[in-house]
C-alpha cells in the first residue's frame, strides 16, 4: 500500500546566510528559481539568501520571500531528482502556509513570491507601529501555560510540538511571562530576536491590507488538501483561502494539532522543504512512528532522493 505523504514548509525564522547556495550551483532548476525571482520582484534577492548580509535578510519583507523561494526551489528539485513524485497533502509553519499552497497548485510561483514579499513588507509596518516581542517557552504544559498568558496579558502563537509553544505580546508583558512561566516550572523562557508580536492581537493592524492583497491574487482551488495554521483542518474554497490567510496573520498558529490531524488521516511520512529542520524536529516529537525527511541543501537532497527512490523500486 502506497505511504501517504505530507510536504511541510518552512515558516520564518528558519532562514540563515548561504541558504539555496549550493542547490543554486548544482542544479539548472534551482539556478531558474533563483533568476525568476529577480524579475518578479526587480531586486536582487539571491545574492541576499546567497551572501546576507545576515541583517538584510532577516528583515521581514526579505525573509519571507526568500524562505519562499528556497522552499521552491528544494520542491522543484526533489520532483526532478524523484521521478513521479506523488504527495496527498501539504502544509506550511505561518509564511510556509503561502509555500503549501503555492505547491498545491493554488497559487503560481509568481504570485505567491509576490505575496511573500508584500506580507512580509505589511508585517514589518505593523512591527513598527506597535512595542511587541515574542519568546519561546518549554517544558511547561499548554493549559498551565494559558494561564499564564491570562495573568500577564499576551497570547499563545505558536503550538509547536509538545513542550514548545511561542507567546506573543508587548515586549513589558513578555518579559512579565517569562518570569511567571519559569515560576510555574518551564524549562527555559527565552527572548526571541524578531521584529515584533507575530500572530497576536498586535499584528491586526496589518490584517485590512492582507485582505486586500489576497482579494487581488489569483488563487485556485487546490489540488490536495492544504492544512489551515488558523483551523488545523484542510483549506475549503479559494474564499475561504483568503479568509483564513488574513485570519492567520493575528491567530494562533496550530502547528502541533496540524501534524497530529495528519498522522490520524493515515499520514506516515513528512518531508521538510527549505532552509533548516525545525519542523522535522517537531515532526518527531509529535508522531513518533512517522518517517521524517527533509530538503534544505545538497546532501539532505541526495539523502531524501535516494530514499524515495529506493522504495518506490
Known amino acids: 500500500m502506497m505511504r501517504k505523504t505530507a510536504l511541510l514548509f518552512a515558516g520564518q525564522g528558519a532562514q540563515v546566510v548561504g541558504m539555496g547556495r549550493d542547490l543554486a550551483g548544482s542544479f539548472a532548476a534551482a539556478r531558474d528559481c533563483f533568476d525568476r525571482s529577480r524579475t518578479v520582484l526587480g531586486d536582487d534577492l539571491p545574492s541576499i539568501c546567497f551572501q546576507g548580509p545576515e541583517e538584510l535578510l532577516t528583515r521581514t519583507e526579505n525573509a519571507q520571500p526568500a524562505i519562499f ?82 495573568l500577564a496579558g499576551v497570547e499563545m502563537a505558536n503550538l509547536n510540538c509538545p513542550g514548545q509553544i511561542v507567546i506573543s505580546g508587548e515586549t513589558d508583558k513578555i518579559e512579565k511571562a517569562c518570569e511567571l512561566a519559569k515560576a510555574k516550572g518551564a524549562r527555559r523562557a527565552v527572548r526571541l530576536p524578531v521584529a515584533g508580536a507575530y500572530h497576536s492581537r498586535l499584528m491586526a493592524v496589518a490584517q485590512p491590507k492582507v485582505r486586500l492583497m489576497l482579494e487581488a491574487a489569483p488563487l485556485r482551488p487546490p489540488c490536495v488538501p492544504v492544512i489551515s495554521n488558523v483551523t488545523a483542518r484542510p483549506h475549503g474554497t479559494v474564499d475561504e483561502i483568503r479568509q483564513r490567510l488574513t485570519d492567520q496573520v493575528a491567530s494562533p498558529v496550530r502547528w502541533e494539532d496540524s501534524i497530529r490531524y495528519l498522522a490520524g488521516e493515515g499520514f506516515t511520512r513528512f518531508i521538510e522543504l527549505g532552509p533548516g529542520t525545525a519542523l522535522s524536529g517537531f515532526a518527531k516529537r509529535i508522531t513518533k512512528d512517522a518517517e521524517i525527511l527533509n530538503v534544505a541543501d545538497l546532501p539532505s537532497l541526495e539523502n531524501t532522493a535516494r530514499i524515495l527512490n529506493g522504495q518506490s523500486e
Open 69 to 150: 523561494l528556497t522552499s521552491w526551489a528544494a520542491f522543484q528539485l526533489l520532483k526532478e531528482q524523484v521521478v513521479g513524485l506523488t504527495f496527498q497533502a501539504t502544509a506550511g509553519l505561518s509564511l510556509g502556509e503561502l509555500t503549501a499552497l503555492a505547491a498545491a497548485g493554488a497559487v503560481s510561483f509568481e504570485e505567491g513570491l509576490k505575496m511573500a514579499r508584500q506580507r512580509g513588507r505589511l508585517m514589518q509596518e505593523a512591527c513598527e507601529l506597535t512595542h511587541g516581542t515574542m519568546a519561546a517557552v518549554l517544558g511547561l504544559e499548554a493549559a498551565v501555560l494559558r494561564e499564564v498568558c491570562d
